[in-house]
């Protein structure tokens, strides 16, 4: 048993962040808030040469050969830059969709809560989507629009709900950095609030969210048990949502404004918590889930 | 990042669970927790019967993933808890291993692997808890020994030990963390008094232990002298990194037990407790990935548990108290009688955010040393 990454899993993650970095910096990150939610194709097509759709097929279907883990590590770099755009049903119609793993075609699904993100732009859509009414979505970067009396978790597979969680897990990470570097530097009475043992044990509870969330969010990658994955789930949506209403509070007053990149955070993670479907069911398969093994 | 056993580990595995499923049921029945003669004689029995088998020695000599695997096999059998010897192997002997010389672990180490001695721990005093650099003991050299003149307090198992690993201030002078001597103290010489305390569950978990002209040997010392807090540090990483192995486990059996309670009792069906038995289940599936985390992690780097276990400490401390508070809830008003089961775990759980370093300490060392934030 090595449950760490592998030199080549941890190379993969640094390739991925610098990528990521590269074409979705924070400069662009708010470039795309201000163009009000537009999807760029050209990054897109970058994401789709780099791999990041097709990391899963084989390498005869065009693809990387890899598996569920290097693909739980992939999606945390994609929420810890707050990477816009339906990932997760591209990559998971790669090899399905025509397009979609090289990143020329847009693919969304009908998500948890029968929520649909960037309907608009997408040139494929999975599953029913008539009748469909946009939404005013509180995310600046995720149009959303709402299918009237879909099933609240139909279509959502295993591995949507997991990937889901990576980018939850990735958006936790960034919180928790965000609070650790505002905490570091900003001063008040004459020392950086961090100094503080209130704003202190804040960031150690982000941390402590985002260990527990790794943790379990890693093992479902492995393992891919739907009980494993109910869990991942459950701990990654605490650890974003929490975690980035902890990161706003340490941000103070600051936190509270458009400019600060914490309402981002938290936005998505509402966002990506609704989409993984309804949390009562997963709390519910982990409930029975005892019965049956205590038989 | 890989969550298979080799075949070695299987082997392993397979053996001492046949092990286990032979001499558990030859096993003497458990002593009441307030019978201390009882409960040295049936751990230290216990030790011996690992010592025979060949097991003893796990928490020292195996790698991290044996160890993993011993605790929870050990556990899922219901076989005993390391009990009394808790001090002497997780602790004092780690220590004595890492730091004693080679007369001190030959005097000290066979004994706690044959089940023959118990050790206690002598770290907190009255006026020093978790501050455990401010303590006040002090030890006056006097030809080849120490006079310790104090007291300690929440000294487990100290009405049965033999030997107490006891932090002592041999230097006032020096800064509080320099000045400070690791000995191994015998409970039987003269001066040393025991007062056992009561916790709020009703038992005498530990004691209050007064020092008076305690004439220690010097060459009882452990490392050199004011070099005690460094190493109490290495005594207090094996004590977070490793210590609540088992525990987990037995949480995740005990909360199986919940549920299956709540079944035959109707609060099955209010919606509300399946929710919180199903995020309880999220979250010790989600630690004990995290101790398989820490145990590789670990192994990569050698074997001393890092920092991170503040972080698991924290929240499984949390997620225990959490565990038996839903008990109280499936209960209703059988919560509330001390001879129905989960009620004594229910109080005693309630030390787990305090002992050991509170999470309030806990969060001081996360933030200071894992996340760089500046000292208060």
């Given amino acids: 048993m090595r449950f760490q990454l592998t030199a080549d899993q941890r190379a993969l993650r640094d390739g991925v962040r610098d990528v990521v970095a590269r074409i979705f910096g924070r400069e662009a990150l708010w470039n795309a808030v201000d163009r009000g939610g537009g999807l760029d194709r050209g990054w897109w097509r970058e994401l789709g040469a780099a791999g990041f759709f097709s990391l899963r097929?084989?390498?005869?279907?065009?693809?990387?050969?890899?598996?569920?883990?290097?693909?739980?590590?992939?999606?945390?770099?994609?929420?810890?830059?707050?990477?816009?755009?339906?990932?997760?049903?591209?990559?998971?119609?790669?090899?399905?969709?025509?397009?979609?793993a090289t990143g020329e075609v847009v693919v969304t699904a009908v998500g948890g809560g029968g929520l649909v993100e960037w309907l608009?732009?997408?040139?494929?859509?999975?599953?029913?989507?008539?009748?469909?009414?946009?939404?005013?979505?509180?995310?600046?970067?995720?149009?959303?629009?709402?299918?009237?009396?879909?099933?609240?978790?139909?279509?959502?597979?295993?591995?949507?709900?997991?990937?889901?969680a990576a980018e939850q897990l990735g958006t936790a990470v960034r919180a928790c950095e965000a609070a650790v570097q505002h905490a570091?530097?900003?001063?008040?009475?004459?020392?950086?609030?961090?100094?503080?043992?209130?704003?202190?044990?804040?960031?150690a509870e982000l941390l402590v969210r985002v260990e527990v969330a790794r943790a379990a969010v890693y093992a479902a990658a492995v393992t891919v048990d739907p009980v494993d994955i109910a869990a991942a789930r459950l701990l990654a949506d605490e650890a974003a949502v929490r975690g980035a209403r902890d990161c706003l509070q340490v941000h103070g007053g600051m936190g509270f404004t458009w400019e600060a990149d914490v309402h981002l955070c938290l936005k998505r993670a509402w966002v990506r918590a609704e989409r993984g479907g309804s949390i009562t069911e997963s709390e519910d398969l982990l409930a029975r889930e005892l019965l049956i093994e205590a038989g | 990042m890989d969550l298979s056993y080799t075949p070695a580990e299987e082997e392993f595995r397979a053996r001492l669970r046949e092990w286990l499923a032979k001499v558990l049921p030859s096993l003497p029945p458990k002593p009441s927790p307030d019978d201390w003669p009882g409960r040295r004689a049936y751990d230290l029995g216990w030790q011996r019967m690992l010592y025979d088998a060949g097991y003893a020695d796990v928490h020292w000599d195996a790698s991290p993933t044996t160890r993993l695997i011993f605790l929870e096999e050990t556990e899922k059998a219901g076989a005993p808890y390391v009990g009394a010897n808790f001090v002497g192997l997780l602790h004092a002997g780690p220590t004595i291993a890492a730091e004693g010389s080679a007369g001190q672990r030959a005097?000290?180490?066979?004994?706690?692997?044959?089940?023959?001695?118990?050790?206690?721990?002598?770290?907190?005093?009255?006026?020093?808890?978790?501050?455990?650099?401010?303590?006040?003991?002090?030890?006056?050299?006097?030809?080849?020994?120490?006079?310790?003149?104090?007291?300690?307090i929440w000294t487990s198992h100290a009405e049965v030990a033999d030997w107490c690993e006891l932090l002592v201030r041999t230097d006032a002078q020096a800064p509080k963390h320099r000045g400070i001597s690791w000995l191994a103290m015998p409970m039987d010489a003269p001066g040393v008094t025991v007062r056992p305390l009561r916790t709020l569950a009703g038992s005498t978990e530990f004691a209050e232990v007064f020092l008076d002209e305690v004439r220690v040997p010097v060459a009882n010392r452990v490392g050199e002298e004011n070099d005690g807090w460094r190493v109490t540090m290495v005594t207090l990483s094996f004590e977070r990194g490793t210590a609540f192995v088992g525990e987990v486990?037995?949480?995740?059996?005990?909360?199986?037990?919940?549920?299956?309670?709540?079944?035959?009792?109707?609060?099955?069906?209010?919606?509300?407790?399946?929710?919180?038995?199903?995020?309880?289940?999220?979250?010790?599936?989600?630690?004990?990935?995290?101790?398989?985390?820490?145990?590789?992690?670990?192994?990569?780097?050698?074997?001393?548990?890092?920092?991170?276990?503040s972080v698991f400490k924290l929240r499984y401390s949390r997620a225990r108290q959490e565990l038996y508070d839903v008990a109280a809830e499936v209960l209703g008003a059988d919560a509330l009688d001390l001879e129905r089961g989960w009620v004594l775990d229910r109080l005693s759980s309630l030390s787990y955010t305090i002992a050991a370093g509170t999470s309030e300490i806990q969060r001081n060392i996360v933030g200071e040393r894992i996340l760089g934030l500046p000292k208060g």
Wanted: one cysteine or more; hydrophobic letters at 40%.
């Fill in chain 1, 57 to 100: 097929l084989s390498e005869a279907e065009g693809g990387v050969g890899l598996g569920v883990p290097e693909a739980v590590l992939v999606f945390e770099e994609a929420g810890r830059a707050l990477l816009p755009g339906p990932l997760v049903a591209t990559h998971l119609a790669a090899g399905v969709v025509p397009g979609a």
């Fill in chain 2, 249 to 309: 486990v037995a949480c995740r059996r005990v909360l199986g037990e919940i549920a299956r309670e709540a079944r035959a009792n109707g609060r099955w069906d209010d919606s509300g407790v399946r929710r919180r038995l199903g995020r309880l289940n999220a979250e010790f599936r989600a630690l004990w990935r995290l101790t398989q985390w820490n145990v590789s992690e670990g192994e990569a780097s050698g074997g001393v548990p890092g920092v991170g276990g």
């Fill in chain 1, 184 to 203: 570091r530097t900003r001063e008040q009475f004459g020392r950086p609030v961090g100094a503080f043992q209130a704003v202190k044990h804040l960031c």
């Fill in chain 2, 107 to 152: 005097r000290w180490l066979p004994p706690i692997l044959r089940g023959e001695e118990i050790w206690c721990q002598g770290f907190s005093e009255p006026e020093a808890g978790s501050d455990l650099a401010s303590l006040r003991t002090r030890a006056r050299r006097d030809g080849d020994a120490y006079v310790v003149t104090g007291s300690k």
């Fill in chain 1, 120 to 164: 608009e732009e997408a040139d494929v859509v999975v599953g029913e989507v008539r009748g469909a009414v946009a939404l005013r979505s509180v995310d600046p970067l995720t149009p959303l629009h709402r299918v009237p009396g879909a099933d609240p978790s139909a279509g959502l597979d295993d591995l949507f709900v997991l990937l889901t």
